[in-house]
Every structure is written in C-alpha cells, then in structure tokens.
C-alpha cells in the first residue's frame, strides 16, 4: 500500500521541519531521509497544491532563484 504524499508531508510539518524556511530540495531529502521516495516535482506540487495554496499551513518567499517554504505561526 502506498502512503499518500500529503500524510508524510503534514508529518514533517507536526515535526517541525518548515519553522526554518526550507527548499523544495531539502524537503525532498528529509522524505528520503525517512525513507519515502519521489520526483522532485511531484514533491513540489504536493507542497505548492497542498499544504501552500489549499491548507494554508506554508507560507513561501523567494531567496535567490528558489521558494523557500515555512510553516504558519
């Protein structure tokens, strides 16, 4: 059975992975980290749809080149 990306994703969130800003990448390596693997894109789709313009739980600023996202306080 496949565990839903959303799942592992509010997961890191409760942990408190995105107080800091973080990058799509880095989100990426700590769901490898945990042992849940997937495309770059689809992991920035799933932050970006899910949990940034739907749950409302990320907010983003642009550093450089990249988003960084962050939890809501």
Not at 10 to 27: C, S, W
Not at 47 to 59: G, W
Request: charged content about 45%; cysteine-free; aromatic content about 10%.
């Amino acid at each position: 059975m496949e565990i839903d990306k959303g799942e592992i994703m509010q997961e890191i969130i409760e942990e408190g992975f995105f107080d800091t800003p973080k990058t799509v990448n880095e989100a990426k390596e700590e769901l490898e980290r945990k042992g849940h693997f997937g495309s770059k894109p689809r992991v920035d789709t799933t932050i970006r749809r899910d949990f940034f313009k739907r749950r409302k739980v990320l907010s983003r600023m642009k550093e450089g080149k990249s988003w960084k996202y962050s939890k809501i306080k």
